[in-house]
């Protein structure tokens, strides 16, 4: 069954404190790896699509990285204005339709 | 106005209610979804439309009606509902609903409570 895992659920860093998202998959053909992120009382915007293992997309304090069963989003020396929800989706293979993650919850504090 | 609307942004609705909401993109876009967002699930998609015609309906009670006269508008007609049906109401959009196109925009969504 096509599923995607997010961890950590919520992430509480300093500003300036480096780290990491996680996003793993199991899906059948990998379509493209999507990342989203979700300002509280509002809808996912678009960040990054991510096609094959290797791949890396960049977008100013945020980097997002491509394996076979795993992407990551690393966020460097971010600010409090970093703090969202951070979501990532594939599409399933059978149905063709995006399967979200339930979302990392980030927290930057000055 | 640009990208994707949505309105009204808060409901509350009682179970024997009918209400409708309004979803409307200004990106030219063929493709609309509806989604469902609860606290701690993933979004979960519950009906999908290309070109007008409605293309999925994951499984959605009978009490949620979609209609979408155009690829720029989208509605939910929503009548006697439940409790557990209130939640973040999200509509999409993208450039269509074919496997090329996942790159999903989004409203801002409209905050349901049924009591």
């Known amino acids: 069954e096509d599923q995607v895992t997010q961890s950590p659920e919520a992430l509480r860093l300093q500003e300036g404190e480096s780290s990491s998202l996680n996003c793993s998959y199991t899906?059948?053909?990998?379509?493209?790896l999507f990342w989203y992120r979700q300002d509280p009382g509002k809808g996912p915007e678009f960040l990054f699509t991510?096609?094959?293992a290797g791949e890396e997309k960049e977008k100013e304090r945020l980097k997002a990285t491509l394996t076979k069963k795993e992407s990551f989003l690393h966020i460097t020396a971010p600010k409090p204005e970093d703090s969202a929800t951070y979501l990532c989706?594939?599409?399933?293979?059978?149905?063709?339709?995006?399967?979200f993650g339930t979302g990392t919850r980030l927290q930057v504090f000055p | 106005e640009t990208g994707v609307t949505q309105t009204p942004r808060h409901l509350v609705m009682g179970m024997t209610n009918k209400k409708s909401l309004k979803c409307e993109q200004h990106?030219?876009?063929?493709?609309m979804y509806w989604y469902k967002q609860s606290a701690k699930k993933p979004l979960e998609l519950m009906f999908v439309y290309n070109f007008k015609e409605q293309t999925e309906n994951n499984s959605v009670p009978s009490r949620f009606s979609p209609e979408c006269p155009n690829s720029s508008h989208l509605f939910l007609h929503l009548h006697t509902l439940q409790p557990e049906d209130s939640a973040l109401y999200l509509c999409?959009?993208?450039?269509?609903?074919?496997?090329?196109?996942?790159?999903?925009?989004f409203g801002p969504g409209t905050r349901l409570t049924v009591t």
């Open positions: 991510l096609y094959s």
């Open positions: 899906v059948s053909g990998l379509r493209g």
């Open positions: 990106l030219g876009h063929n493709a």
């Open positions: 999409a959009s993208s450039q269509d609903s074919g496997g090329s196109s996942y790159e999903q925009y």
């Open positions: 989706a594939v599409p399933s293979y059978n149905t063709d339709k995006l399967i």
